[in-house]
Protein backbone atom coordinates (compact mmCIF):
# COMPACT_ATOMS: atom_id res chain seq x y z
CA UNK A 1 0.00 0.00 0.00
CA UNK A 2 2.67 2.52 0.44
CA UNK A 3 3.88 2.13 -3.10
CA UNK A 4 0.47 2.51 -3.94
CA UNK A 5 0.17 5.87 -1.52
CA UNK A 6 3.74 7.30 -3.22
CA UNK A 7 2.55 6.63 -6.38
CA UNK A 8 -0.87 8.48 -5.97
CA UNK A 9 1.56 11.59 -4.27
CA UNK A 10 4.03 11.91 -6.94
CA UNK A 11 1.26 12.21 -9.45
CA UNK A 12 -0.71 14.73 -7.34
CA UNK A 13 2.34 16.68 -7.05
CA UNK A 14 2.94 16.23 -10.82
CA UNK A 15 -1.15 17.59 -10.99
CA UNK A 16 -0.17 21.00 -8.98
CA UNK A 17 3.26 21.56 -10.58
CA UNK A 18 1.56 21.09 -14.14
CA UNK A 19 -1.70 23.54 -12.84
CA UNK A 20 0.63 26.16 -10.82
CA UNK A 21 3.52 27.01 -13.23
CA UNK A 22 4.53 26.40 -16.47
CA UNK A 23 7.98 24.53 -17.45
CA UNK A 24 10.43 28.01 -18.07
CA UNK A 25 11.50 26.03 -21.00
CA UNK A 26 11.08 22.65 -22.71
CA UNK A 27 14.34 20.98 -21.58
CA UNK A 28 13.11 21.78 -18.58
CA UNK A 29 9.83 20.06 -19.42
CA UNK A 30 11.63 17.36 -20.87
CA UNK A 31 13.50 16.51 -17.66
CA UNK A 32 10.60 16.65 -15.44
CA UNK A 33 8.23 14.41 -17.81
CA UNK A 34 11.31 11.77 -17.70
CA UNK A 35 11.65 12.30 -13.84
CA UNK A 36 8.15 11.85 -12.93
CA UNK A 37 7.16 8.91 -15.61
CA UNK A 38 10.58 7.07 -14.30
CA UNK A 39 9.31 7.77 -10.30
CA UNK A 40 5.97 6.96 -10.34
CA UNK A 41 6.41 3.96 -13.02
CA UNK A 42 9.07 2.44 -10.00
CA UNK A 43 6.67 2.54 -7.41
CA UNK A 44 3.58 1.04 -9.86
CA UNK A 45 5.88 -1.28 -10.56
CA UNK A 46 6.83 -2.45 -7.06
CA UNK A 47 2.86 -2.08 -6.06
CA UNK A 48 1.66 -4.81 -8.55
CA UNK A 49 4.84 -7.03 -7.90
CA UNK A 50 3.36 -7.05 -3.99
CA UNK A 51 -0.31 -7.87 -6.04
CA UNK A 52 1.70 -11.11 -8.08
CA UNK A 53 1.44 -9.09 -11.02
CA UNK A 54 4.63 -8.27 -13.27
CA UNK A 55 6.20 -4.96 -12.40
CA UNK A 56 5.77 -3.95 -16.42
CA UNK A 57 2.16 -3.72 -15.88
CA UNK A 58 3.02 -0.97 -13.63
CA UNK A 59 5.14 0.53 -16.02
CA UNK A 60 2.54 0.26 -18.37
CA UNK A 61 -0.65 1.83 -15.95
CA UNK A 62 2.00 4.90 -15.41
CA UNK A 63 2.51 5.41 -19.18
CA UNK A 64 -1.44 5.19 -20.31
CA UNK A 65 -2.17 7.42 -16.56
CA UNK A 66 0.42 9.98 -17.55
CA UNK A 67 -0.23 10.32 -21.19
CA UNK A 68 -1.00 13.47 -22.84
CA UNK A 69 -3.86 11.22 -24.63
CA UNK A 70 -5.35 10.28 -21.15
CA UNK A 71 -8.33 12.10 -18.97
CA UNK A 72 -5.78 13.18 -16.48
CA UNK A 73 -3.35 14.07 -18.93
CA UNK A 74 -0.47 15.42 -17.16
CA UNK A 75 1.94 15.03 -19.78
CA UNK A 76 2.42 17.60 -22.86
CA UNK A 77 3.01 15.63 -26.03
CA UNK A 78 6.23 17.93 -26.98
CA UNK A 79 8.87 16.69 -24.31
CA UNK A 80 7.42 12.80 -24.37
CA UNK A 81 7.94 13.21 -28.56
CA UNK A 82 11.74 14.10 -27.58
CA UNK A 83 11.85 10.97 -25.35
CA UNK A 84 11.46 8.51 -28.25
CA UNK A 85 14.98 8.24 -28.71
CA UNK A 86 14.94 6.61 -25.48
CA UNK A 87 12.34 3.97 -26.69
CA UNK A 88 15.02 3.39 -29.93
CA UNK A 89 17.95 2.38 -27.49
CA UNK A 90 15.19 0.41 -25.20
CA UNK A 91 14.65 -1.83 -28.25
CA UNK A 92 18.69 -2.77 -29.02
CA UNK A 93 19.02 -3.33 -25.32
CA UNK A 94 16.81 -5.55 -25.60
CA UNK A 95 17.31 -7.87 -28.63
CA UNK A 96 20.38 -7.94 -27.62
CA UNK A 97 19.14 -9.16 -24.63
CA UNK A 98 16.71 -11.26 -26.64
CA UNK A 99 20.08 -12.45 -28.63
CA UNK A 100 21.50 -13.68 -25.57
CA UNK A 101 19.18 -16.31 -24.00
CA UNK A 102 19.54 -18.21 -27.90
CA UNK A 103 21.71 -20.64 -26.17
CA UNK A 104 23.41 -22.97 -28.61
CA UNK A 105 22.98 -25.80 -26.11
CA UNK A 106 19.72 -25.39 -25.79
CA UNK A 107 19.27 -25.09 -29.30
CA UNK A 108 21.20 -28.54 -30.15
CA UNK A 109 19.57 -30.03 -27.88
CA UNK A 110 15.91 -28.88 -28.89
CA UNK A 111 16.09 -27.13 -32.01
CA UNK A 112 14.40 -28.69 -34.57
CA UNK A 113 11.49 -28.95 -32.08
CA UNK A 114 11.76 -25.41 -31.04
CA UNK A 115 11.51 -24.58 -35.09
CA UNK A 116 8.88 -26.65 -36.25
CA UNK A 117 6.85 -25.26 -33.00
CA UNK A 118 7.50 -22.02 -34.38
CA UNK A 119 7.02 -22.62 -37.71
CA UNK A 120 3.40 -24.27 -36.57
CA UNK A 121 2.67 -20.84 -34.21
CA UNK A 122 3.03 -18.59 -36.13
CA UNK A 123 1.58 -20.22 -39.43
CA UNK A 124 -1.36 -21.26 -37.75
CA UNK A 125 -1.85 -17.96 -35.85
CA UNK A 126 -1.24 -15.91 -39.16
CA UNK A 127 -4.03 -17.60 -40.75
CA UNK A 128 -6.47 -16.88 -38.25
CA UNK A 129 -5.91 -13.48 -37.49
CA UNK A 130 -5.58 -12.84 -41.50
CA UNK A 131 -9.09 -14.34 -41.97
CA UNK A 132 -10.58 -12.36 -39.93
CA UNK A 133 -9.08 -8.77 -39.96
CA UNK A 134 -9.73 -9.60 -43.77
CA UNK A 135 -13.24 -9.98 -43.36
CA UNK A 136 -13.22 -6.76 -41.01
CA UNK A 137 -11.30 -4.24 -44.04
CA UNK A 138 -13.34 -5.47 -46.64
CA UNK A 139 -16.72 -4.36 -44.17
CA UNK A 140 -15.53 -1.09 -43.32
CA UNK A 141 -14.40 -0.94 -47.43
CA UNK A 142 -10.68 -0.08 -46.61
CA UNK A 143 -8.70 0.60 -49.50
CA UNK A 144 -6.70 -2.46 -50.26
CA UNK A 145 -8.27 -4.70 -47.79
CA UNK A 146 -5.71 -8.13 -48.70
CA UNK A 147 -2.78 -6.00 -48.24
CA UNK A 148 -3.71 -4.51 -45.00
CA UNK A 149 -5.30 -8.16 -43.50
CA UNK A 150 -1.63 -9.63 -44.49
CA UNK A 151 0.42 -6.38 -42.87
CA UNK A 152 -1.73 -6.94 -39.25
CA UNK A 153 -1.35 -10.99 -39.36
CA UNK A 154 1.98 -10.65 -39.75
CA UNK A 155 2.43 -7.83 -37.11
CA UNK A 156 0.06 -10.04 -34.80
CA UNK A 157 1.74 -13.33 -34.51
CA UNK A 158 4.98 -11.83 -32.78
CA UNK A 159 5.33 -12.15 -29.06
CA UNK A 160 7.25 -9.77 -26.55
CA UNK A 161 10.62 -11.41 -25.64
CA UNK A 162 11.21 -8.59 -23.52
CA UNK A 163 7.66 -9.09 -21.29
CA UNK A 164 8.84 -12.93 -21.73
CA UNK A 165 12.23 -12.49 -19.84
CA UNK A 166 11.35 -10.11 -17.12
CA UNK A 167 8.15 -12.73 -16.47
CA UNK A 168 10.24 -15.22 -16.02
CA UNK A 169 13.27 -13.60 -13.94
CA UNK A 170 9.74 -11.96 -11.82
CA UNK A 171 8.54 -15.61 -11.61
CA UNK A 172 11.33 -17.16 -9.75
CA UNK A 173 11.35 -20.34 -11.11
CA UNK A 174 15.24 -21.37 -11.38
CA UNK A 175 14.70 -23.80 -14.06
CA UNK A 176 11.62 -23.77 -16.79
CA UNK A 177 11.74 -25.11 -19.69
CA UNK A 178 8.84 -23.89 -20.57
CA UNK A 179 9.90 -20.25 -20.48
CA UNK A 180 13.05 -21.36 -21.82
CA UNK A 181 11.05 -22.99 -25.10
CA UNK A 182 8.37 -19.63 -25.04
CA UNK A 183 11.39 -17.35 -25.19
CA UNK A 184 13.04 -18.74 -28.09
CA UNK A 185 9.43 -19.16 -29.91
CA UNK A 186 9.72 -15.59 -29.28
CA UNK A 187 12.78 -14.82 -30.44
CA UNK A 188 12.58 -16.81 -33.78
CA UNK A 189 9.21 -15.08 -35.04
CA UNK A 190 10.76 -11.91 -34.74
CA UNK A 191 13.82 -12.82 -36.68
CA UNK A 192 11.71 -14.30 -39.13
CA UNK A 193 9.20 -11.43 -39.10
CA UNK A 194 12.02 -8.76 -39.73
CA UNK A 195 12.69 -11.22 -42.55
CA UNK A 196 9.57 -11.20 -44.62
CA UNK A 197 8.87 -7.43 -43.29
CA UNK A 198 11.62 -6.47 -45.47
CA UNK A 199 10.44 -8.46 -48.34
CA UNK A 200 6.40 -7.52 -47.98
CA UNK A 201 7.75 -3.97 -48.26
CA UNK A 202 9.23 -4.62 -51.40
CA UNK A 203 6.49 -6.81 -52.81
CA UNK A 204 3.79 -4.49 -52.28
CA UNK A 205 5.66 -1.16 -53.44
CA UNK A 206 7.52 0.34 -51.08
CA UNK A 207 8.72 3.75 -52.53
CA UNK A 208 12.94 2.98 -53.79
CA UNK A 209 12.81 -0.49 -52.91
CA UNK A 210 13.40 -3.69 -54.52
CA UNK A 211 14.06 -7.36 -53.43
CA UNK A 212 17.06 -7.36 -54.21
CA UNK A 213 18.27 -4.63 -52.31
CA UNK A 214 16.17 -5.73 -48.97
CA UNK A 215 18.19 -9.11 -49.86
CA UNK A 216 21.52 -6.75 -49.57
CA UNK A 217 20.67 -4.82 -46.43
CA UNK A 218 19.42 -8.38 -44.42
CA UNK A 219 22.85 -9.79 -45.13
CA UNK A 220 24.29 -6.44 -44.45
CA UNK A 221 22.78 -6.58 -40.92
CA UNK A 222 23.50 -10.08 -40.30
CA UNK A 223 26.99 -9.39 -40.90
CA UNK A 224 27.21 -6.06 -39.13
CA UNK A 225 25.92 -7.93 -35.92
CA UNK A 226 28.68 -10.36 -35.58
CA UNK A 227 30.92 -7.22 -36.36
CA UNK A 228 29.18 -5.71 -33.21
CA UNK A 229 29.73 -8.78 -31.14
CA UNK A 230 33.52 -9.43 -31.97
CA UNK A 231 33.88 -5.46 -31.25
CA UNK A 232 32.32 -5.95 -27.58
CA UNK A 233 34.44 -9.10 -26.94
CA UNK A 234 37.10 -7.64 -27.63
CA UNK A 235 36.47 -4.25 -25.47
CA UNK A 236 35.61 -6.55 -22.61
CA UNK A 237 38.71 -8.16 -22.93
CA UNK A 238 41.21 -5.11 -23.45
CA UNK A 239 39.26 -2.64 -21.85
CA UNK A 240 36.63 -3.79 -19.55
CA UNK A 241 35.51 -0.69 -17.64
CA UNK A 242 32.41 1.51 -17.07
CA UNK A 243 30.34 -1.89 -19.32
CA UNK A 244 26.96 -0.44 -18.31
CA UNK A 245 28.19 3.27 -20.04
CA UNK A 246 29.16 1.24 -22.75
CA UNK A 247 26.39 -0.42 -23.89
CA UNK A 248 24.57 2.54 -23.48
CA UNK A 249 26.30 3.97 -25.94
CA UNK A 250 26.31 1.15 -27.93
CA UNK A 251 22.61 0.84 -27.77
CA UNK A 252 22.44 4.51 -28.78
CA UNK A 253 25.00 3.68 -31.71
CA UNK A 254 23.72 1.17 -33.57
CA UNK A 255 19.81 2.46 -33.15
CA UNK A 256 21.28 5.05 -35.87
CA UNK A 257 21.93 1.76 -38.05
CA UNK A 258 18.63 2.83 -39.73
CA UNK A 259 19.88 5.86 -41.33
CA UNK A 260 22.32 3.52 -43.11
CA UNK A 261 19.59 0.75 -44.42
CA UNK A 262 21.38 -1.69 -41.56
CA UNK A 263 18.32 -3.20 -39.51
CA UNK A 264 19.09 -2.10 -35.76
CA UNK A 265 17.13 -5.17 -34.56
CA UNK A 266 18.16 -8.09 -36.56
CA UNK A 267 21.93 -6.54 -35.61
CA UNK A 268 21.54 -6.53 -32.17
CA UNK A 269 19.82 -9.64 -31.78
CA UNK A 270 22.81 -10.98 -33.55
CA UNK A 271 25.43 -9.33 -31.79
CA UNK A 272 23.98 -10.57 -28.56
CA UNK A 273 23.92 -14.34 -30.35
CA UNK A 274 27.07 -13.73 -31.31
CA UNK A 275 28.76 -12.90 -27.83
CA UNK A 276 26.48 -15.38 -26.01
CA UNK A 277 27.67 -18.57 -28.01
CA UNK A 278 31.16 -17.52 -29.84
CA UNK A 279 32.89 -15.57 -27.36
CA UNK A 280 34.43 -15.94 -23.61
CA UNK A 281 32.17 -12.48 -22.63
CA UNK A 282 28.41 -14.02 -22.69
CA UNK A 283 28.13 -14.94 -18.48
CA UNK A 284 29.84 -11.66 -17.83
CA UNK A 285 28.33 -9.61 -20.10
CA UNK A 286 24.90 -10.96 -19.03
CA UNK A 287 25.71 -9.92 -15.68
CA UNK A 288 25.66 -6.49 -16.80
CA UNK A 289 22.15 -6.56 -18.79
CA UNK A 290 20.59 -7.90 -16.07
CA UNK A 291 22.00 -4.91 -13.75
CA UNK A 292 20.05 -2.27 -15.75
CA UNK A 293 17.39 -4.08 -17.61
CA UNK A 294 14.83 -3.02 -14.69
CA UNK A 295 15.55 0.38 -15.89
CA UNK A 296 15.30 -0.45 -19.55
CA UNK A 297 12.20 -1.63 -19.46
CA UNK A 298 10.51 1.04 -16.82
CA UNK A 299 11.43 3.40 -19.53
CA UNK A 300 10.34 1.41 -22.04
CA UNK A 301 6.82 0.23 -21.32
CA UNK A 302 6.27 3.81 -19.47
CA UNK A 303 7.12 6.37 -22.74
CA UNK A 304 5.81 3.70 -25.26
CA UNK A 305 2.39 4.00 -23.72
CA UNK A 306 2.47 7.40 -22.67
CA UNK A 307 2.57 8.28 -26.11
CA UNK A 308 -0.49 5.96 -27.07
CA UNK A 309 -3.86 7.66 -28.19
CA UNK A 310 -6.32 6.16 -26.10
CA UNK A 311 -9.31 7.68 -27.68
CA UNK A 312 -8.39 6.68 -31.21
CA UNK A 313 -8.15 2.89 -29.50
CA UNK A 314 -11.64 2.43 -27.88
CA UNK A 315 -13.58 3.28 -31.00
CA UNK A 316 -12.01 -0.17 -32.57
CA UNK A 317 -11.88 -1.85 -29.16
CA UNK A 318 -14.82 -4.70 -30.48
CA UNK A 319 -12.33 -5.48 -33.35
CA UNK A 320 -9.12 -5.52 -31.12
CA UNK A 321 -11.00 -8.17 -28.61
CA UNK A 322 -11.96 -10.36 -31.69
CA UNK A 323 -8.29 -10.40 -32.86
CA UNK A 324 -6.76 -11.60 -29.30
CA UNK A 325 -9.46 -14.05 -29.36
CA UNK A 326 -8.56 -15.40 -32.74
CA UNK A 327 -4.70 -15.03 -31.80
CA UNK A 328 -5.52 -16.93 -28.72
CA UNK A 329 -7.21 -19.76 -30.12
CA UNK A 330 -5.58 -20.14 -33.13
CA UNK A 331 -2.04 -20.15 -31.07
CA UNK A 332 -3.57 -23.08 -29.40
CA UNK A 333 -4.21 -24.71 -32.51
CA UNK A 334 -0.45 -24.52 -33.50
CA UNK A 335 0.91 -25.63 -30.11
CA UNK A 336 -1.52 -28.78 -30.49
CA UNK A 337 0.07 -29.51 -33.86
CA UNK A 338 3.71 -28.18 -33.19
CA UNK A 339 4.27 -29.87 -29.67
CA UNK A 340 3.58 -33.58 -28.23
CA UNK A 341 4.80 -31.96 -25.05
CA UNK A 342 1.50 -31.30 -22.80
CA UNK A 343 2.37 -28.80 -20.55
CA UNK A 344 3.43 -26.70 -23.33
CA UNK A 345 -0.27 -27.47 -24.88
CA UNK A 346 -1.69 -27.58 -21.23
CA UNK A 347 0.13 -23.52 -20.44
CA UNK A 348 2.15 -22.19 -23.46
CA UNK A 349 -0.62 -20.44 -25.44
CA UNK A 350 -0.73 -17.62 -22.37
CA UNK A 351 3.06 -17.01 -22.83
CA UNK A 352 2.38 -16.56 -26.68
CA UNK A 353 -0.44 -13.84 -26.01
CA UNK A 354 1.30 -10.63 -25.69
CA UNK A 355 2.44 -8.41 -28.37
CA UNK A 356 6.09 -7.46 -29.26
CA UNK A 357 8.33 -3.88 -28.59
CA UNK A 358 8.79 -4.65 -32.17
CA UNK A 359 5.56 -4.61 -33.65
CA UNK A 360 6.19 -1.03 -32.71
CA UNK A 361 8.56 -0.21 -34.43
CA UNK A 362 7.26 -1.87 -37.39
CA UNK A 363 3.62 -0.42 -37.31
CA UNK A 364 5.35 3.15 -37.82
CA UNK A 365 7.29 2.01 -40.52
CA UNK A 366 3.85 0.75 -42.15
CA UNK A 367 2.10 3.95 -41.15
CA UNK A 368 5.16 6.03 -43.12
CA UNK A 369 5.08 3.71 -46.19
CA UNK A 370 1.39 2.65 -46.62
CA UNK A 371 -0.43 6.38 -44.84
CA UNK A 372 -3.77 4.94 -46.87
CA UNK A 373 -4.23 1.55 -44.27
CA UNK A 374 -1.38 2.56 -41.88
CA UNK A 375 -3.38 4.21 -39.48
CA UNK A 376 -6.10 1.75 -38.56
CA UNK A 377 -3.53 -0.70 -38.57
CA UNK A 378 -1.45 1.11 -36.01
CA UNK A 379 -4.55 1.82 -33.93
CA UNK A 380 -5.28 -1.74 -34.00
CA UNK A 381 -1.90 -3.18 -33.60
CA UNK A 382 -1.55 -0.95 -30.45
CA UNK A 383 -4.79 -1.82 -28.93
CA UNK A 384 -3.82 -5.41 -28.88
CA UNK A 385 -0.44 -4.17 -27.34
CA UNK A 386 -2.10 -2.44 -24.78
CA UNK A 387 -4.67 -4.94 -23.52
CA UNK A 388 -2.50 -8.62 -24.03
CA UNK A 389 0.19 -6.65 -21.65
CA UNK A 390 -2.11 -5.79 -18.93
CA UNK A 391 -3.23 -9.30 -18.47
CA UNK A 392 -0.74 -11.70 -20.07
CA UNK A 393 2.59 -11.35 -18.41
CA UNK A 394 0.43 -12.23 -15.08
CA UNK A 395 -0.86 -14.86 -16.21
CA UNK A 396 2.02 -16.47 -18.40
CA UNK A 397 3.86 -15.80 -14.19
CA UNK A 398 1.21 -17.93 -13.21
CA UNK A 399 1.85 -20.45 -15.59
CA UNK A 400 5.47 -21.02 -15.18
CA UNK A 401 4.86 -21.54 -11.81
CA UNK A 402 2.01 -24.29 -12.44
CA UNK A 403 3.69 -25.84 -15.03
CA UNK A 404 7.31 -25.80 -12.98
CA UNK A 405 5.23 -27.87 -10.31
CA UNK A 406 3.49 -30.20 -13.01
CA UNK A 407 6.50 -31.22 -14.56
CA UNK A 408 8.10 -31.82 -11.14
CA UNK A 409 5.36 -33.95 -9.81
CA UNK A 410 5.59 -35.93 -13.36
CA UNK A 411 9.67 -36.24 -13.05
CA UNK A 412 9.13 -37.27 -9.49
CA UNK A 413 6.32 -40.13 -10.80
CA UNK A 414 8.75 -41.14 -13.78
CA UNK A 415 12.33 -41.53 -11.33
CA UNK A 416 10.11 -43.23 -8.73
CA UNK A 417 8.50 -45.91 -11.08
CA UNK A 418 10.31 -49.68 -10.57
Not at 21 to 26: E, G, K, L, T
Not at 127 to 135: D, K, N, R
Not at 175 to 200: Q, S, W
Not at 379 to 402: N, Q, R, S, W, Y
Request: glycine fraction near 8%; hydrophobic fraction near 60%.
Amino acid sequence: MVYLILSAFFTFLLFLVRRIAAPPSVMVDIVLSLAFIVIIGFFLGKFFELLQFPAISGYLIAGLILSPYSFVGLMNLEPLESLTFITEIALVFIAIQSGMEMKMSFLKKHGRDIIKLTLSVACITFIGVFTASLLFFQRISLETPLKAAILLGILLILKSPLSTIAVIKESGVKTTEMGDTILAIAILKDIIVILLFAMLISLFGGEGSSVVLSIVELIGSLAVGVVVGGLVALYMRHVNVELSVFIFILAFLVSQFRFIHIDPLLVSIITGFFIQNFTFAGEEFQKVLDKISPAIYLLFFALVHALTDVHAIIKVIPIVLILIGVKWLFTELGLIVGTKDTIIKKYGSVGLINQSGLSLVLVLIIESTFPQIGGIIKVITIGVIIITDLFAPAMFKHALVKAAKERGRSRGKTSSAP
